[in-house]
């Protein structure tokens, strides 16, 4: 996730005072508005609970009232520290860094808690209204869907709630999987917009665990639901005579003849993005990225028209970013950018490594950078439970009720920062797994780009010791 604290407010108190207000926004959108005092109380809290040496440097007290640059100076360190608190795997997978941020989220939105009913959208378009509070965090809405569907408690897990946006031609955007710091209904409320929704959908990526879900009545219907919408959507592919299979089975209501089936498809189970731009196989790319299957798919437009595909393995990207910046949106000014006309501009970078001895630079500039950044640490996690051996149920088991204890077990990845700054003085990468020994965690300047791509070759063909392709 994002944080940033992109501007300040001044504010009026309830005794007619004024003071100064940090907007906290993730991923680009408004999530809470704090006060200094606010945020200097969650410190203590924290260095209470966790230790000073854990926690990351909090700004000073002033005595004096800040100069409008004194202001701007403690907008940025506050903006650093909550992204170090965000970054770091003890910290922010902590339920006081969590809770904090649902207490503000309620607060700013001005939303009392009370019962209300929620709709959660199937990927059949059907609709499962809940009755839940306004202060319930995802895993309590998360817990009254499975109670509504009468799907078992061992099987929560397997699946997430995400927000999407649905156009007007019906088609799905991918937002981002809600979080354990927000509060679902405040957040789908806060964007005053019908086309936002709120969606289940299973978590995983291995098809494997499919048969884990299809064992019970719910998680076949939930599953074959999915099936059936990604198929109808052209998310999986189906050619004529795969579709007379397809639709046979329908007829017949062979529900899990037909998930199995298609997951013989290609691009089953994957999540497809908006179109978006790269810099591979040359700069200025428009492009439709696909994840699933342990990778990322890419359908390509060259610019003379001519359309290439192919995969990039998660198991072949040393390491990824994502870094954000804010543009000015054309009203022909250079001026720097102010709240109000300026917008977020999100890239996900990976270094793939295309031969034995080349690694190289891709980038893509979306809007659901953090969207894919999630998917391949997701990614990352199973293959790395079923390279220890693990059970993938524990592990979402885990992750249901609540953090995983990452430096507690083996089965699971320890969780780096998801976003860095984009100063290339303080840029961190995303390291794959703590199973590449070989690669260390360094900064990466931003002159390292991918201007020097020669090569039109989609695929490696080399793995890095560790999780080779032939322990997947």
Known sequence: ????????????????????????????????????????????QIKKEYGSNVVPAFPP???FTLTPAEVEQRREQLEKYMQ?????????????FNSFLRKAQQETQQIPTEEVALDICLSNGQKVTVNILTSDQTEDVLDAVATKLDLPDDLVGYFSLFLIREGEDG?????RKLQEFELPYVSITSLRSSEFHILLRKSYWDMAYDNDVMDNRVGLNLLYAQTVSDI????????????????????????????????????????????????????????IVSAGNNELNFHVKLPNEQMKEGSFKVTRMRCWRVTSSQVPIANGTTNPCSSAKCDIKLELAFEYLMSKDRLQWVTI?????????????????????????????KMLRKKHNG??????????????????????NREQVLKLSTKLSSVSLRAISASNSANDISGNDFHGNYAFEGIGDDDL
């Open 171 to 175: 088609g799905l955007t991918f937002v």
């Open 84 to 96: 170090a608190v965000r970054q770091d795997p003890l910290l922010g997978a902590s339920e006081l």
């Open 403 to 424: 953090s995983i204890h990452r430096a507690d077990s083996q089965q699971a990845v320890k969780s780096p920062p998801l976003l860095d700054s984009p100063d290339p």
């Open 232 to 287: 109808e959507r052209g998310w999986i592919l189906v050619n004529k005579d795969q579709h007379r299979q397809l639709k046979s089975l329908q007829e017949k209501g062979s529900k899990k003849e037909f998930i199995h089936l298609g997951q013989t498809l290609k691009y089953y189970g994957y999540i497809k993005f908006d179109p978006c731009i790269t810099d591979f196989p040359e700069k200025g790319c428009q492009v």
């Open 365 to 393: 500039t979306s809007q659901q950078a953090i969207m894919m950044s999630i998917c391949l640490q997701s990614m990352v996690d199973e293959l790395m439970v079923k390279k220890s051996g693990g059970s993938i149920k």
């Open 1 to 44: 996730m994002h944080f940033s604290i992109p501007e300040t407010e001044v504010r009026s108190g309830e005794n007619g005072s004024t003071y100064v207000a940090y907007n906290i926004h993730v991923n680009g959108v408004l999530h809470c508005r704090v006060r200094y005092s606010q945020l200097l109380g969650l410190h203590e």
């Open 61 to 63: 007290k002033k005595i």
